[in-house]
């Protein structure tokens, strides 16, 4: 069993989660390795905007309630700019509070990755980052946009 807690960047502070817990739930971008173990989502909020002053707290508390692994949602990647305290709050994460921390949730998209490898304005540790999360055939399932991803959502839905 591991249990995790999930921190977003708090430009999406109205984001529902539904990627991020889906993606838990399929074990599809960063949750893959965790295969068939079971994961239990302890907690789940944001760094609390620029410059991430709730980061600290927040890590603190899902500790506190138990996280083995902390994850920085994929927002941190993908949304333009990515985070760039990306590295400064993992090695604050683990080295003073001591929780492991994993970079990104759900796949990227893969309309973002073309676009940004077009521009190169993306750094270089920053995309580093991207290899767990740029699968196209995860990223095509998570696209609502397409004709049939309702259909295609129910499906999985009832095969739980
Ligand atoms: S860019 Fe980084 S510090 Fe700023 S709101 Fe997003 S996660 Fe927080």
Redesign the pocket.
């Known amino acids: 069993m591991k249990r995790i807690g999930i921190?977003?960047?708090?430009?999406?502070n109205t984001c529902n989660g539904g990627k991020c817990f889906r993606a838990v739930r399929e074990r599809d971008g960063a949750f893959k390795k965790y295969g068939k173990e079971e994961v239990e989502v302890i907690g789940y909020s944001?760094?609390?905007?620029?410059?991430?002053g709730n980061?600290e707290y927040v890590a603190t508390g899902m500790k506190n309630y138990g996280a083995d692994i902390i994850h920085?949602a994929t927002?941190?990647l993908a949304?333009y700019?990515?985070?760039?305290?990306?590295d400064v709050?993992k090695d604050h994460i683990e080295k003073n509070i001591g929780v492991k921390v994993e970079i990104g949730t759900h796949p990227m998209p893969t309309n973002y990755i073309l676009n940004h490898e077009n521009i190169q304005d993306i750094p270089s540790k920053h995309k580093s980052y991207w290899k767990i999360l740029t699968n196209p055939d995860d990223a095509k399932k998570y696209d609502s946009s397409r004709a049939n991803y309702n259909e295609e959502l129910e499906v999985e839905l009832e095969k739980q």
């Open positions: 921190i977003i960047c708090d430009r999406y944001t760094c609390g905007g620029c410059p991430g980061m920085f927002g941190m949304g700019p990515p985070c760039p305290y990306i709050f």
